[in-house]
């Protein structure tokens, strides 16, 4: 029903036809400086430490074994210069999609099948680990084995979940009641069995598990959402979902309960508690691959759609989960090309309230009120897939906006905006 | 026991234990100073002596001395010495190296798999792409043949390798390769054929046919060349020799710039050639133009081609073998025809094989008879597939009879003279088609009547008389009997006839007389027929005096005195006993005569029909009259059965009934009951012959049973169906809406089900203690001859499996959707088993598969070696017994077993049978279990 309502909206907004004039980005947003790093996708993500950004790299050919661009790169966040560029020693393809800073170090895993920690001092290779396959996602870091040093963990391409110990690299555990799909997952950490060790949201694909199917989707293709014990990697919860997970799941406090959203492959978002009790359904629809994000003014938000998430919206069965009733407020505005970035949630118009800053790989950011109409659709060189990143990065007061341009720019814009980002990176 | 497994399978899957182990080598790498080494569990093992080292990997650990890359075991020792300038660790079997500043790749002996000679290397799912700056080639990982990296783009179609060069024209590579060079357009994808062996490619402008063994069989020449298939081709399996067929065109047929939707067709003079190729033998004959006469849906060749040379035709069957031809006729879809011989007319099927002959043979048209002449018009429609009028005899002593293609025989009595055809449309919009005879044999006339949906059987009615009443009724036969010296009037049905009654004396509404024919301003005669009245019915004559039988069936007593046509083309006045009223022909209601002068019925401006008269006698009559009077229908839930004068007939209930014609003034049924639904009542008329009617009084189902009563049968949508009884054991059943849709000539008729036991829309019928299967729409799918019969039935989206068995260890089967039935017209035979699509028959070391949606034989082969196509794994046969292959052609089960099957619904899984027992065989790893152990 929603999924009809929401068709009706799109529907009515292409029948109106509207003409937005297409603006460049640098029109609204001066470019501060733009910095050659090869190409990135919907996996890599930005991370600000100590006034420079790191961000990985896929180099100059997603598909090419030798690649000088591969690796991480350290960027100056005043001037965008290349301050180090972290580069996997041996051949192969040492694309690089998510990096995690913790302990004064940087993390990240390779298509090459290893993980690696550098020092951030010293520049130099501290450890690195053989992994079974390729790390995709942005490395999850908590304490795991109560030695005061963040750990990590992440899913590896069909291959499981696996903790390493964030000072050796040796692992921890390994859970292989998941194999995460593509290890595009990037998992989430909270103490949900509340015995002091953060344990891990992820999704991804099990093992098949019978001939059945749910709806219209194929439930034995065993995919799932699901809970690790971040102790000892074993599974506290699973939830199935019948379809692929591309995008990770968001945590969402509502009020002093926390509820955690998952978005699978065919655009069913469960709301579920921490015990992986689904509260509520919504249907997206096909072809909606971002994670899912709640504004602070309840308004769930995928890619382009926004729906006012309000409880009020919802119609609750006595046993079964929540649906959202007809007559919810949604805006799926047409804006042109796929979305796989997350939208951001950030006043970079300097309204005094809040935006949605999304990109298309189609080469448009959009700027959205919270509701989804749209303020903004502004062009820029060669789209993004990885989700924008939104910080005072050279201290100056204002946000920054910075985009990984699928040209094979980082791009870094000016605002000017003196407010703080509500949701300014992805993970 | 599916259910514990799934159970079981389900529960291992939901535990999903974490497991402490570590995968990797055990080796650690240390660092001492700025060297590394290894060590196990504290201890070093390999000295720290190398500039880098990164864990062991497939036995070997890559690492870097004196700027130089190398691969130790795990003693330390080189095994593959430090020689490369980079390198890469050991993922899988292959690793990228370095040298000199080109890149390359090694397995785990060093040996290169490809040279060190490339500036980049990148790879998909099958093949390693080797680049040289911007230009690329590509290796095939299975086999390792590789193209040079000397194109700027490369594409695959099937086996053949599209290779385009900086200069825009492209490489042919087959397997490897290079087949063709300097091709000038790309190659789509209909014109190469994998089976064929055969690529139409261009060179110069001009296009030839290159054969993958023989070279080039047509020369680049031509300004076009088309490809004509053969449904043949479409196994991948085959190994037939095949042939085929390319038509060349002399003219150029160049794209237009601006006309992207071109369709090849041009106005320019053409000549065109064909080309016939079995192996390497090529004949080429000239055509000014061609049509290809018969084509699947796919777009093959599957009937022959015509061809035109000057003023002569010629025809070719499928061996491309052209004849001046003569007479050639196609029978619409099922691609039957008719050739004309010397002296005979041949009837062949579709493979030009030979099936019976007659003097004559044609196909079955829409004829009216000539009142004048007594000859047939003929109006050029084909109908009554798919039976053929045939002729034995010539001329004088001509006789016809009607011919089945499905049953290949004659399937009626021969008559003599002709035999003809028209076109009935009952009341409920279904078309039947009722030949008119002369006389049979025996001297007896009679008709026949098929119903629209094919398959349906054919059904003859014989008269003893020869004087039937010239008529085009529409919905009556009136046939005039000497021996009772009654007329007979026959109701024609959807699939049958029923005898309305015997009368001194008929009419139909319409006749065709001597008189009818007028001639116009120019002489020309025009056969117009007298029309007594203006709407089809049947005025009966008994006793003196006139009853009407409306279109619907209903009928009036014979009381009337006279019957005249009314200005209202709907209604006849009616009058007795010197008073007039009126009879609705269109449903049937009567206005009892009860005025002095006859009524005048006229349509208003919105339709409705206004009876100015007042009403009259009402607690008396039946029957409401008003001068408002309007036409509608008593709706369904008002309707009531009542016993009225004469009988039980149909009321309203509702005051509606105010402007109503419905209810009838006479009760013609001897009994009248409510079926399942509100529409349909069950009715036995005064003659105890049981039949149906709906809710407005139509006859929906004759008068011609014993008994109909609710059968325990009900399908989805359609709800619940009856039996009808004709004698004493003959049952038949008819569907909610009264439609016959099996005929009673059954001694049992149930639902079938499929092998869970579930319902399906189809009924299994038992004749002479054979059982036969008939679809809900009375499609026959399987005859009743068989000693079982079986559903299997998999899912909404597949064809259900019919299958009968006999006493003769064959399956003969079909394929079948129930759910939207669609007949199949090739002729049922026993197959040896039966896979998915395909159909297989053993016979003395050959195999025959047969297509089962279009009866086509795909393949005929030895049994010495074949596969049968399955979901995720093959059955191969190899001398006579059955294993398992994957796709790749691995062998997983060995041929070990007499006789193997697919599990339905487990894809990893055979059922083999050795020796009489039966095994549960999952392939990934031929385990097998008993039907006990399972």
Not at chain 2, 326 to 347: A, C, P, Q, V
Request: proline share 3%; charged share 25%.
């Amino acid at each position: 029903m929603v999924g009809k309502k929401l068709f009706f909206v799109l529907t009515g907004i292409m029948m109106l036809n509207i003409n937005w004039a297409q603006k460049g980005v640098e029109e609204v947003f001066p470019l501060k400086w733009k910095t050659k790093i090869g190409v990135t996708t919907y996996r890599t993500n930005m991370a600000f430490h100590k006034g420079s950004i790191f961000i990985g790299s896929n180099g100059i050919n997603r598909n090419f074994k030798i690649d000088s661009l591969d690796g991480v790169f350290q960027i100056n966040a005043q001037t965008g210069a290349i301050e180090h560029h972290y580069k996997v020693p041996f051949l192969g393809d040492n694309d690089v999609n998510g990096v995690r800073i913790a302990n004064d170090r940087l993390y990240f895993g390779t298509d090459n099948f290893y993980f690696f920690c550098f020092d951030l001092k010293s520049k130099q290779e501290l450890w690195k680990t053989k992994m079974p396959g390729d790390v995709e996602c942005i490395p999850q870091v908590a304490d795991l084995n109560g030695d005061k040093f963040q750990d990590l963990a992440f899913p590896v391409e069909q291959a499981g979940f696996y903790a390493l110990d964030g000072k050796t690299g040796e692992v921890l555990w390994i859970s292989y009641g998941i194999s995460s799909h593509s290890g595009n997952v990037s998992p989430l950490a909270l103490d949900l069995n509340k015995d002091g060790v953060m344990d891990f949201v992820t999704s991804g694909r099990g093992t098949p598990n019978s001939n059945k199917t749910a709806g219209f989707k194929m439930a034995h293709y065993g995919d799932y959402h699901m809970a690790i014990n971040g102790k000892n990697g074993e599974v506290l919860w699973m939830a199935e979902t019948g379809a692929g997970v591309h995008a990770s799941p968001f945590l969402y406090k509502r009020g002093r309960k926390i509820e955690l959203l998952a978005l699978d492959a065919y655009g069913e978002l469960r709301v579920m508690d921490q015990k992986g009790q689904v509260i509520k359904r919504i249907d997206f629809g096909y072809d909606n691959f971002s994670s899912p994000v709640v504004t602070k003014d309840e308004h769930l938000v995928i890619g382009r759609g926004s729906i006012d998430f309000a409880q009020k919206w919802f119609t609750c069965d006595k046993e079964g989960p929540c649906y959202l009733k007809k007559e919810a407020e949604a805006e799926f505005p047409e804006i042109d090309g796929r979305i796989s970035a997350t939208t951001m949630i950030a006043d970079v118009l300097n309204l005094k309230r809040d935006q949605l800053v999304g990109l298309t790989e189609s080469g448009t950011l959009f700027l959205l009120e919270t509701n989804g109409k749209v303020i903004h659709k502004l062009k820029f060189s060669g789209g993004a897939e990885a989700s924008a990143f939104i910080l005072d990065i050279d201290k100056d007061g204002k946000l920054e906006l910075l985009i990984a341009d699928l040209d094979g720019n980082l791009k870094c814009y000016e605002t000017n905006s003196r407010a703080k980002a509500t949701l300014g990176s992805f993970r | 026991m599916r259910l514990i497994i799934l159970a079981l399978f389900g529960s291992f899957c939901l535990t999903g234990k974490a497991q402490v182990i570590k995968p990797f080598e055990s080796f650690k790498i240390f660092k001492s100073g700025d060297k590394y080494g290894y060590q196990l569990k504290g201890q070093e093992v390999i000295p720290a002596r190398y500039s880098y080292a990164t864990q062991f990997s497939k036995g070997l650990a890559l690492v870097k001395l004196d700027e130089k890359w190398g691969y130790i075991d795990s003693s330390g020792n080189w095994s593959i010495t430090p020689r490369f300038d980079m390198a890469q660790p050991f993922n899988g079997e292959y690793a990228i190296v370095s040298k000199y500043g080109k890149i390359g790749m090694i397995d785990q002996k060093g040996d290169f798999v490809i040279k060190a000679a490339y500036s980049n290397i990148t790879e998909d799912w099958n093949n390693y792409y080797v680049w040289d700056g911007e230009l690329q080639g590509v290796q095939d990982k299975k086999s390792g043949h590789l193209i040079p990296a000397k194109y700027d783009q490369i594409r695959f179609q099937s086996k053949l390798t599209i290779a385009r060069m900086p200069n825009s024209l492209y490489d042919i590579y087959y397997e490897g390769r290079k087949i063709i060079s300097n091709v000038d357009r790309d190659i789509p994808y209909r014109d190469f054929h994998r089976l064929e062996r055969t690529v139409i490619a261009s060179q110069n402008g001009k296009y030839g046919v290159f054969h993958l063994t023989d070279g080039w069989i047509i020369p680049t020449k031509y300004g076009k060349i088309e490809r004509i298939s053969t449904p043949d081709y479409t196994d991948p399996h085959t190994s037939k020799n095949m042939d085929y067929i390319f038509v060349a065109h002399s003219a150029d047929y160049i794209r237009p710039e601006d006309d992207p939707f071109w369709d090849g067709e041009t106005e320019m003079t053409d000549t065109v050639r064909f080309f016939y190729s079995g192996g390497q033998a090529i004949s080429e004959i000239s055509f000014d133009r061609y049509e290809v006469r018969e084509q699947t849906d796919e777009g093959n060749f599957a009937g022959f081609i015509t061809a035109w040379k000057g003023n002569k035709r010629y025809t070719s069957n499928q061996n491309l073998d052209f004849e001046e031809s003569r007479f050639l006729n196609i029978i619409s879809h099922l691609s039957w025809y008719i050739g004309e011989g010397s002296d005979k007319t041949i009837i062949m099927n579709r493979y030009k094989f030979p099936i019976d002959s007659f003097d004559l043979a044609m196909p079955l048209k829409e004829l009216y008879l000539d009142p004048e002449t007594g000859e047939l018009w003929d109006e050029e429609m084909i109908v009554g597939e798919p039976f053929l009028i045939v002729h034995k005899g010539k001329q004088e002593n001509r006789k016809s009879a009607i011919y089945d293609l499905v049953l290949q025989e004659v399937v009626s009595p021969w008559f003599e003279g002709k035999l003809w055809a028209s076109r009935e449309i009952n009341s409920l919009g279904q078309i039947s088609y009722v030949y008119d005879t002369d006389k049979s044999e025996e001297g007896n006339k009679g008709f026949f009547v098929q119903g629209m949906e094919v398959g349906t059987p054919i059904q003859y009615q014989l008269f003893a008389d020869d004087q039937t009443l010239p008529n085009n009724g529409r919905f009556y036969r009136v046939m005039h009997n000497s021996k009772t010296n009654k007329d007979d009037v026959f109701m024609i049905g959807l699939k049958e006839i029923a005898q309305v009654g015997s009368y001194d004396k008929a009419y139909t509404s319409t006749q065709v007389s001597k008189d009818s024919i007028t001639y116009d301003e120019f002489g020309e005669p025009t056969f117009n027929r007298t029309n007594l009245f203006k709407r089809d019915f049947v005025i009966i004559q008994d006793k003196g005096k006139y009853a009407l039988i409306s279109q619907q069936g209903q009928r009036t007593m014979a009381i009337y005195d006279t019957i005249i046509q009314n200005t209202h083309k709907e209604f006849v006045n009616i009058k007795r006993d010197g008073k007039y009223g009126l009879f609705h022909v269109v449903s049937g209601k009567t206005i009892v005569p009860a005025y002095d002068q006859t009524l005048e019925v006229e349509t208003t401006i919105d339709g409705s029909v206004r009876i100015d008269v007042v009403p009259i006698n009402l607690e008396n009559e039946s029957y409401y009259l008003t001068s408002e009077g309007s036409k509608f229908l008593c709706g369904y839930e008002d309707v009531y059965v009542e016993k009225l004068k004469g009988g039980y007939g149909l009321a309203c209930n509702t005051e509606k009934a105010i402007n109503d014609q419905f209810i009838q003034a006479e009760g013609p049924y001897k009994n009248l009951k409510l079926g399942n639904s509100l529409n349909i009542y069950l009715a036995q008329d005064k003659k105890k012959k049981w039949g149906m009617i709906d809710y407005t009084g139509e006859i929906v189902l004759p008068f011609n049973y014993k008994r109909i009563e609710e059968a325990n049968i009900e399908i989805y949508e359609m709800g619940r169906f009856y039996s009808v009884y004709q004698g004493k054991k003959k049952v038949g059943l008819a569907n909610s809406k009264g439609q016959l849709v099996v005929f009673p000539e059954y001694e049992q008729v149930e639902q079938l089900k499929n092998e869970w036991g579930d319902p399906m829309p189809a009924f299994v019928v038992k004749k002479n203690k054979k059982y036969g299967v008939i679809d809900y729409q009375g499609h026959g799918i399987l005859p009743a001859e068989f000693e079982k019969v079986e559903c299997t039935y998999s899912d909404n989206l597949k064809a259900s499996l019919i299958t009968g068995y006999k006493s003769d260890d064959l399956i003969y089967a079909r394929k079948f959707n129930l759910e939207t039935p669609n007949i199949y017209l090739f002729p049922l035979k026993g197959y040896s088993f039966v896979r998915g699509e395909s159909a297989f028959i053993l016979n003395h070391g050959i195999i025959e598969e047969y297509d089962f949606n279009t009866g086509l034989l795909l393949r005929r082969q030895s049994t010495e070696k074949f596969e049968i196509k399955g979901e995720m794994f093959n059955i191969f046969v190899e001398k006579g017994k059955f294993g398992a292959i994957n796709k790749d052609g691995k062998v997983l089960v060995p041929a070990i077993y007499d006789f193997a099957e697919f599990f339905d619904g487990r894809e990893e899984v055979m059922i083999g049978f050795e020796k009489g027992v039966k095994y549960y065989i999952y392939v990934e790893d031929n385990k097998r279990y008993t039907e006990q152990e399972w």
